[in-house]
């Protein structure tokens, strides 16, 4: 088991662990569930999903270039794939 950053990679694999595989394991910590995270994946990408948008306040907090929506935007379907 490898660790990347603060993240303990899949036991499974050598790579650092998803962005939806990330979420998902943080949902199941926090349900305190004894469901393996795999179960939570479509929670997982619910919550990516709707993240696609950011709101005004994320906007006004860091985004200065022009194009910061598509860039976003892009981040997050990354994440998604």
């Not at 004894?34 to 985004?63: H, K, L, S, Y």
């Amino acid at each position: 088991m490898k660790v990347f950053g603060n993240v303990i990679a899949s036991i499974e694999e050598d790579r650092p662990p998803t962005m939806i595989e990330r979420v998902a394991r943080a949902i199941s910590r926090a349900e305190a569930s004894d469901i393996m995270w795999e179960a939570f994946v479509p929670e997982a990408r619910a919550a990516i999903a709707a993240m696609r948008e950011p709101t005004e306040e994320m906007c006004g907090a860091g985004f200065h270039d022009a194009n910061y929506m598509a860039i976003w935007q892009a981040m997050i379907d990354a994440a998604l794939c």
